[in-house]
């Protein structure tokens, strides 16, 4: 009953602001068309289709918001004109009552506002679709802001994503598109997102990481979360002063060096990306302020980290691999990068899909470097590859989300920023770094461990299978000639031969890890050498 009351109201705004006219209706099933027909009452739009969906979605709620904002992000699912209106969603939210946020963080602290903070603002420095924020000095003086949920948000979302699912349902059953699309699946993490948000200690968590990723950076800073006050309802963090980077005129004011400053917010992306593996997914211009101190080298300042994203090892190392080949124009490996990495099917033909990659982007290349945009050729890349029944990849979307804002952002403030310059050398650097010998080790005593754990179990596999083979082999060589025999029991000794071998090598390069007093004397050779010593000792105790 909920939900159903829930979906009149939708149909309400449906009709109100006639979305109606940015349906194919004819394709409908009959039902859907008599459910919109009334919409026609309401008159001819008097507002274009974009300032349309962007009203609707504010009078649907915070979820819608929220979803909105992430439409905006998406030019390869929604045309320009609507993307550039749903932009005006960010962070562009009206306050709920100061009153009712005092209570929410009395509440989830236990104690009155008076008793916590030495002083406390009444007017809200920002309101969000999910949080609002006011500013505070702590007892000790250190200024803070305080970050609350707002309030019973849990239920509308909870009503919403209920009914996000139904509508999800409904167009992987009845649309092509919608099954390859994965919209199911799409919610689900849409959900997981949005359910985060709520969680303030994990976007806590989240700020804390990115702080420690980048300590001692003159990149980017993320300010401290204060953890004697912060929990599930409530987050407070230190307070920073920087300038919004979107405030080009205090920014040229300040003398700051554009150019080091739109460089600088590619490095962060890439190196959050690819040797962190932990970025920020939300990186708007409302999340972004600048430390003009020193304007030859400015840093940038970050806030709200309640959405962040992460690659698979397969997807970062395919993705750095193709990034490479787009700068080389090295198109039929982009198409075998997307095979291998299980993006598009196994069967796709490698020749077509290379003749397709070549139609997208050698056009893009006709053009000067710094006119050409990296994430609007992923954009493309990755619509094409759905011809070719790619799937949807969550945390690519986030990943492609992030690089068109900070594409986007570097433009602005940089017009003549050349993506490719800046990114090309940090990838053949990243891509060297991940096989040299130090990194391999590194590698080595990650799983080492687990290996040793492992080890007990694998004589006896390994002499079962012996045993098994040699018995097969026995079976099926009665049938045989006797010429066929020696070469076949000749492969089962060289088998049990190299047994010794390959469980000394394990043993032998764990014993260094799981006794490193022992190996103590051997430290001082070279990482590669203390591997080989190891091994070397123990096939001397198995010989």
């Not at 919608?178 to 199911?184: I, K, N, S």
């Not at 997981?192 to 700020?207: C, S, W």
């Not at 045993?467 to 082999?473: A, D, K, L």
Request: glycine fraction near 4%.
């Amino acid at each position: 009953m909920i939900r159903l009351r829930r979906l009149l109201k939708i149909t309400r705004v449906v009709y109100r602001y006639r979305l109606d006219s940015l349906i194919d209706k004819d394709k409908l099933p009959m039902l859907a068309r008599l459910v919109l027909a009334p919409a026609v009452l309401y008159g001819r739009p008097s507002s274009n289709r974009g300032e349309r969906l962007r009203k609707a979605l504010e009078s649907l709620g915070p979820i819608f918001v929220k979803f909105g904002q992430l439409l905006s992000t998406r030019p390869d699912l929604v045309p320009e004109d609507i993307c550039t209106e749903l932009a005006q969603l960010q962070d562009n939210v009206p306050p709920f009552k100061s009153a009712k946020f005092r209570e929410i963080v009395e509440q989830a602290l236990n104690s009155s506002v008076d008793e916590l903070f030495l002083s406390f603002e009444a007017e809200p420095l920002a309101s969000a679709s999910v949080a609002q924020v006011h500013a505070a000095v702590l007892k000790d003086g250190s200024d803070v802001v305080v970050k609350a949920v707002r309030p019973n948000i849990e239920k509308v979302i909870g009503k919403d994503i209920a009914l996000m699912y139904t509508l999800a349902r409904l167009l992987a059953r009845y649309s092509q598109d919608g099954r390859r699309l994965r919209p199911v699946e799409v919610i689900a993490d849409y959900e997981q997102v949005i359910y985060d948000e709520l969680n303030l200690q994990a976007e806590g968590a989240n700020a804390s990481l990115l702080r420690h990723n980048f300590d001692g950076s003159p990149l980017l800073y993320v300010p401290k979360i204060d953890w004697d006050y912060s929990n599930e309802k409530v987050l407070v963090m230190e307070r920073i002063y920087g300038t919004p980077v979107t405030n080009i005129d205090e920014l040229k004011a300040a003398g700051v060096n554009f150019k080091a400053l739109a460089e600088r917010g590619v490095e962060i992306f890439f190196t959050q990306v690819f040797e962190h593996n932990f970025f920020h997914a939300d990186m708007h211009p409302g999340n972004i302020f600048v430390n003009a101190s020193n304007p030859e080298k400015p840093s940038y300042i970050a806030i709200d980290c309640a959405i962040m994203g992460s690659l698979s090892k397969d997807d970062q190392y395919y993705m750095a691999r193709n990034l490479i080949a787009i700068f080389k124009r090295d198109y039929r490996q982009v198409a075998e990068l997307h095979i291998r990495s299980g993006w598009v099917p196994e069967s796709t033909p490698v020749n077509e899909f290379t003749s397709a990659i070549r139609a997208v982007c050698e056009p893009i290349f006709q053009r000067p470097l710094n006119e050409i945009s990296l994430g609007h050729m992923l954009i493309s890349l990755f619509t094409t590859a759905r011809r070719f029944n790619m799937e949807v990849q969550p945390s690519l979307v986030l990943l492609q989300k992030t690089l068109l804002n900070i594409e986007g952002l570097g433009r602005q403030l940089y017009p003549q920023l050349d993506l490719w310059t800046t990114a090309q050398p940090f990838l053949d650097k990243w891509l060297k770094d991940r096989y040299s010998p130090k990194s391999l080790l590194k590698q080595f005593k990650r799983y080492a461990p687990d290996w040793l754990e492992q080890l007990p179990e694998i004589p006896p596999l390994i002499y079962q299978a012996l045993q098994s083979m040699q018995q097969n082999g026995q079976t099926d060589l009665a049938k045989k000639e006797p010429e066929v025999v020696a070469p076949t029991a000749a492969r089962v000794g060289t088998a049990r031969k190299w047994f010794p071998a390959i469980a000394g090598a394990a043993i032998g390069s764990g014993l260094c890890l799981a006794f490193p007093e022992t190996a103590k004397t051997l430290s001082q050779l070279p990482e590669t050498g203390l591997v080989l010593v190891a091994t070397g000792l123990v096939l001397f105790l198995l010989r």
